[in-house]
């Protein structure tokens, strides 16, 4: 994604350059694939949303966005739906087959950042700009869990491939994890500065970039492994 409003796509095999997404008209901000790999979902900073299908290009702004940045896109399990949370303060979630919005709901802090889809569930997480993480079904009236520790935004957030634990960077320079049934922080690893995450297939590893430096490092804790990237921070995406 790009600060002028495109989206490349490369085969990560060959470098082959696949494609080249375009009708943005600001800054994208948050780039997600569904589960199935059939829908490229996107957000900028002019609170615009696009679905797109790597078949047929361009694709039409999802109908009524949000009045912020977009600051998180996450797509359901089943492929079927999406959730976007936004420096307005708002989640929506949306029917990617009509590209309208079936539900809003308001965060308890007036910015959000980031937000993840249960791998099975069909609840999101979503962070603040306070550092406050918050757990809910998506029909459900009020958050069941909150996940407290983190002092700055939640940059980025994602559930283990089981759902057991949910993981968070923030820009208070550490990525956390918790139990999600009991809310209980599990482990902390400390940064040189704003880090990104992945985790692994298989959810026993994380993968954190930060400060030109890459560690990976067992998700139930342990020692990690410092890898050297380079002057420059590393961004993870898996």
Same mark, same amino acid.
């Not at 600001?26 to 679905?51: F, K, P, Y």
């Given at each position: 994604a790009s600060g002028d @409003?495109?989206?490349?796509? +490369? %085969?990560?095999? /060959?470098?082959?350059?696949?494609? !080249?997404?375009? $009708?943005?008209?600001?800054?994208?901000?948050? #780039?997600? +694939?569904? !589960?199935?790999? /059939? !829908? #490229?979902?996107? =957000? %900028?900073?002019? =609170?615009? #949303?696009?679905?797109?299908?790597?078949?047929? !290009?361009?694709?039409?702004? #999802?109908? @009524?966005?949000?009045?912020?940045?977009? /600051?998180?896109?996450?797509? *359901?399990?089943? $492929?079927?739906?999406?959730? *976007? *949370? *936004?420096?307005?303060g708002r989640l929506l979630f949306w029917d990617l087959a009509t590209g309208r919005p079936i539900q809003e709901t308001l965060g308890l802090n007036p910015s959000l950042g980031a937000v993840a889809y249960h791998p099975t569930e069909d609840e999101v997480a979503f962070g603040d700009t306070l550092g406050g993480v918050l757990r809910r079904a998506r029909q459900a009236r009020l958050p069941a869990r909150l996940y407290t520790g983190a002092q700055d935004e939640i940059t980025e957030l994602a559930f283990t491939p089981d759902g057991n634990q949910l993981l968070a960077a923030s820009w208070d320079g550490t990525v956390r994890s918790w139990d999600t049934d009991n809310g209980g922080l599990r482990n902390t690893w400390r940064t040189l500065g704003l880090a990104s995450f992945d985790i692994s297939p298989d959810g026993t590893r994380v993968a954190i970039g930060h400060s030109g430096r890459l560690q990976f490092c067992p998700v139930e804790g342990g020692p990690c492994a410092l890898l050297r990237h380079g002057e420059r921070d590393a961004t993870i995406k898996g």
């Open positions: @409003g495109s989206i490349i796509q +490369w %085969d990560v095999a /060959t470098f082959e350059l696949l494609g !080249r997404y375009e $009708g943005h008209n600001a800054q994208v901000n948050e #780039l997600v +694939w569904s !589960r199935d790999g /059939t !829908r #490229l979902l996107s =957000g %900028d900073d002019h =609170g615009e #949303l696009r679905c797109w299908n790597p078949e047929v !290009r361009p694709k039409a702004p #999802l109908s @009524g966005g949000h009045q912020a940045p977009v /600051t998180g896109v996450a797509a *359901s399990p089943d $492929g079927t739906k999406a959730v *976007s *949370s *936004s420096q307005d």
